[in-house]
């Protein structure tokens, strides 16, 4: 898939390398002049991780210059792996330099160990994202880009020997010059490995909940510059000052605030959370009482970014903790675990009830919505609940208990607790299975496709299709689609699911065509997440192309209420798939509070009015057949389609013909079938269709 680069932040890391570089110089004549064993080992300590960290945020800012087509994170612990590699490769270089002498075949060695450990810091970083499918290396620019880190490598550690003298006319430019030569050469091996890095299309990066947003360039920068001045700054002084060792402590206090407080929100991160839990669990078993934990994360919060950007995402959330503190008191403890994910832990409950009724304030103060800039939103948290020592004697399993009950909150209706229940473990349990079994789907060919056919209203005619996807699995059987997509949905698993659909569809309809059958329509339903892509109409128009068939074959199904949730973008992407021949549906119609504004704006091809108003029939006769009619006129005045869903009876295919509905779709005309059945079907009572 495409990529591209934020060209500010790839100048700010060639700055980053270049300061490094100088900062790598520098401290190596300084160590070269100390002659106290301890000082030296001191001052190898305190260089090696500055220039680490220097070496490191080169190449970080580099990573986050770089963006995909989808969303995009850094896994913390890995990425925290390759800042440890930069250090100890660093450790070595400046070890080699102060040495007295080195041989021409010691320097050529060194560069090579120190080229092959800072491309594994590169390639630690890349594999920081997590990506699934894995990325894919270019052998060329793969093994260009770790000769180049080699070589530069060791022209670094020719030039820091050979200007590691103080002492000598002009050092200070040519440690300058040095340096710039030194920083086009790392960033150049960085960027040559990443140009070799190929993302495949569908990809997904399992880290996209991680580390990756615009507060995390500043920190880094910030802090990088701060840690090289400051020790370009000390190395000039006297290394035996007290003003060495403020600096030290003040820099070592600051990184450590960086490693337990989540630098968004200013809440403790989840490592903090941690020893907090120990020490509420310490508490609990000396004094005999219980603590509550309270997981949660913000309903809807992956559409608030998708829609209005991630800056206000970042709004959200940091708002969201200002409210999230307001409701507990000073001792209990809030903490945010990442995305939005948010624990609180509740000391010395008097009670269970308590944890209830302090998940009820705060789920009725968040109903008086946040006012984030020009945006009112109504953002709602699902609130898990799980007590010490009723549900758990350690923290993990309280978590994993509070989390547990949290997506029970989801599944009984959203912006609800619930405390845990051991009977929701088979829930959960069920809902792991299933998230492991949609990432072996498609490999193993569990997928596949059945068909539901759509009736013309006056004569039945068959007018198209509706491709319904199906998971046959060989534990679970097979699996109707209310069972996995939500599943699907939550973890990020739709998009590459979705293009599946999108491409055996295709190829079903190059199998309809090869046997002469009549040319048919298929319509495709797409889910909110896969509405939140921001490549996704380039992506499906190249599956298309790939199949070799037309876009005009194809219509895409959205739902009122995700049409409707951010209305101008809605309108933006329905106007781009009908820009390719697309034509687009609005489903469930009925059921969400549709703009007539909007509703004309969108000019879609067809209206699926929701399966209540079929029933309604039925149920309520005059009222039924009114507010039915009503529908049907609507969209006629709006030169659109009606197709009515879950027709079930005769008296309520009677009447839809009556009222001139366009389409017919349900049981009694006809069930999903599969690709050969319905094949059948479009031989019999197909009619040449122009699509």
Not at 635 to 659: I, K, P
Request: proline share 3%.
């Amino acid at each position: 898939m495409p990529s591209t680069y934020s060209s500010w932040l790839v100048a700010l890391s060639l700055v980053v390398a270049v300061l490094a570089s100088y900062t790598a110089l520098d401290l190596s004549g300084r160590i070269y002049l100390l002659t106290q064993p301890r000082l030296r080992q001191g001052w190898l300590a305190v260089g090696a991780t500055a220039m680490g960290i220097g070496i490191w945020s080169m190449h970080f800012i580099g990573m986050l210059a770089f963006s995909l087509p989808i969303d995009i994170g850094y896994d913390p612990v890995i990425t925290a792996a390759s800042l440890v590699i930069a250090i100890v490769v660093s450790f070595f270089a400046l070890r080699l330099i102060a040495r007295e002498r080195m041989s021409r075949w010691r320097l050529g060695g060194a560069g090579v160990t120190m080229g092959l450990g800072i491309a594994g810091m590169h390639y630690t970083g890349m594999a920081a994202m997590r990506m699934s499918p894995a990325i894919q290396y270019e052998p060329w620019r793969f093994t260009a880009s770790i000769l180049l880190a080699m070589g530069a490598a060791t022209a670094a550690l020719w030039i820091a020997q050979t200007l590691r003298d103080a002492k000598q006319r002009h050092v200070l430019m040519k440690r300058f010059a040095a340096s710039f030569v030194m920083g086009i050469a790392i960033t150049s091996m960085h960027y040559t490995g990443m140009s070799a890095a190929q993302f495949p299309i569908g990809a997904v990066c399992g880290a996209a909940g991680g580390m990756n947003s615009p507060w995390l360039v500043t920190t880094v920068s910030v802090f990088t510059f701060l840690i090289l001045m400051t020790t370009l700054l000390v190395s000039r002084l006297d290394a035996r000052s007290s003003f060495l060792a403020s600096s030290v402590i003040q820099l070592n206090s600051q990184i450590a605030r960086m490693a337990t407080f989540d630098a968004l929100t200013d809440l403790p991160n989840r490592h903090a959370l941690q020893d907090a839990a120990q020490r509420a669990l310490a508490a609990a078993r000396r004094d005999n009482r219980r603590f509550a934990v309270l997981f949660m994360d913000l309903d809807g919060f992956k559409t608030i970014n998708d829609s209005l950007g991630h800056t206000v995402g970042d709004d959200v959330l940091r708002a969201f903790a200002k409210r999230l503190r307001k409701n507990v008191n000073g001792d209990d403890v809030v903490a945010r675990l990442g995305g939005d994910e948010f624990v609180v832990l509740l000391g010395a409950l008097s009670s269970p009830e308590v944890a209830g009724r302090v998940s009820q304030r705060l789920l009725d103060d968040m109903r008086n919505g946040l006012r984030v800039g020009p945006h009112s939103l109504h953002v709602m948290p699902s609130i898990g609940i799980a007590l010490y020592p009723d549900d758990g004697e350690d923290i993990g399993i309280l978590l994993k208990h509070a989390d547990t009950a949290m997506y029970e909150a989801k599944r009984a209706g959203r912006g609800t607790y619930r405390y845990f229940e051991p009977s929701m473990n088979a829930a959960a349990q069920r809902t792991w299975e299933i998230q492991q079994a949609l990432h072996d789907a498609e490999r193993e060919q569990y997928f596949s496709l059945h068909f539901q056919p759509k009736f013309r209203g006056d004569d039945e005619a068959l007018a198209g299709a509706e491709a319904l996807l199906r998971l046959d699995h060989p534990r679970f059987g097979e699996l109707v689609p209310l069972d996995f997509i939500p599943v699907a949905e939550r973890s990020g698993q739709i998009v590459s699911i979705g293009y599946w659909v999108v491409r055996a569809t295709c190829q079903q309809i190059r199998r309809w065509d090869a046997v002469g059958l009549p040319r048919i329509k298929v319509a495709i339903n797409l889910s909110p997440r896969q509405l939140g892509q921001a490549a996704l109409v380039e992506n499906i128009v190249g599956i298309v192309r790939d199949e070799g068939l037309t876009c005009d074959r194809l219509m895409f199904e959205i739902t009122e209420s995700v049409a409707m949730y951010d209305a101008p973008k809605s309108v933006d992407v329905i106007h781009a798939f009908q820009a390719h021949g697309f034509e687009v549906a609005i489903d469930d119609f009925g059921t969400g509070y549709s703009s007539l504004a909007y509703l004309q704006r969108f000019r879609v091809k067809q209206l699926k009015m929701d399966r209540f108003f079929t029933n309604g029939l039925d149920a309520h006769g005059r009222e039924g057949n009114a507010v039915v009619s009503a529908i049907i006129a609507l969209a006629h005045s709006l030169e659109m389609d009606v197709v009515a869903e879950g027709v079930e009876t005769d008296s309520q295919r009677a009447a839809l013909r009556e009222l001139d509905c366009d389409e017919l779709q349900g049981f009694l005309l006809g069930k999903p079938l599969t690709g050969e059945d319905f094949g059948d079907l479009l031989a019999a009572r197909g009619l040449p269709v122009e699509v």
